[in-house]
């Protein structure tokens, strides 16, 4: 008897999946950092520089979000940051770029980086 109780009833969905794990690179763009950057951009815009094949050392560039302003205009952009998570994500952005390392908490031969017509942080 107990089975013909069951029998008529369907079988509960599956429950929705977890939502995914927030990642640490979601704190750069997040609107108040998207706000920021873009208010730097553009006041560097103002600045009217010549960057036509300027070369540029980008220091500490999180997932290199600022690297895309200096390509536009023309440089060549050597771009680091010391956190492998964010270098990895900037290499997967900028898979043709030279995206370095760069932890500035170690003793570092400045010499090796090279030379840059521009050094942005």
Do not use: W
């Not at 553009?42 to 600045?47: K, R, S």
């Not at 302003?69 to 010391?82: E, L, Q, R, S």
């Amino acid at each position: 008897m107990r089975l013909k109780i069951f029998a008529g009833r369907k079988a509960l969905p599956d429950p929705p999946p977890p939502p995914p794990e927030p990642s640490p690179l979601d704190v750069f763009v997040k609107p108040d950092s998207l706000a920021i950057n873009k208010a730097r951009q553009d006041h560097l815009a103002t600045l009217g520089l010549d960057l036509s094949n300027k070369t540029v050392l980008e220091v500490g560039a999180g997932i290199g979000l600022h690297t895309q302003f200096f390509i536009d205009g023309g440089c060549a952009v050597t771009i680091t940051d010391g956190d492998p998570a964010n270098v990895a994500a900037i290499r997967k952005r900028y898979p043709d770029h030279d995206v370095r390392s760069l932890d500035l908490d170690l003793a570092l031969d400045a010499e090796s980086l090279g030379r840059f017509d521009i050094v942005y942080c």
